[in-house]
């Protein structure tokens, strides 16, 4: 995960310098694909030990992750269809508009993340399985949002404006 996140700054960088020297709407960034792809690296590490470990529990928490993995999947449809703006593939780049929503997800697996020990010893099948069901669709939406970000700039021509 280290590498992960050293390799994500490092094109962090990369993607700033190039907005620099471009003409964007506001609220709009230009973002190396690689960053895309290594979003979902993070959260399975962060939150996929703890989707785990509760699915695997009952067949409640069972049904909870799952839930929660289909409302991940639209969620993630949804957020790539709004964040994509056009594909630049001369230096394999994404054009995206920023988003208050990728913020709260972020914070969302903090917070699940930081309450993941005391949550393990509730003994209340419903918190813990709605607690299963979020932290799915969270890991969840980070997926499908990478996958349907990739599947739009493969499918956009060279440089395109939308």
Known sequence: MLVALVAISLLV???RLQSRHSALAPRE???PLAITLLDPVIS?????PFVVHFARTS???LAAALLGGAG?????????????VRSLRSTRSVVLRRSGIE???VALLI???????????SHSVLALSALTGLATLALVEALARSAFIVERYRRSPLDSVG
Request: aromatic letters at 10%; glycine letters at 14%.
């Open 13 to 15: 960088r990369r993607g």
């Open 59 to 61: 067949p409640v928490h």
């Open 72 to 84: 991940g999947v639209v969620i993630g449809y949804w957020r790539a269809r709004v964040m994509f």
């Open 111 to 121: 917070v699940l993340r930081s309450l993941e020990g005391s949550i393990d010893r």
């Open 103 to 105: 913020y709260g997800l």
């Open 44 to 48: 399975v590490a962060i939150i996929g």
């Open 29 to 31: 960034r230009i973002r």
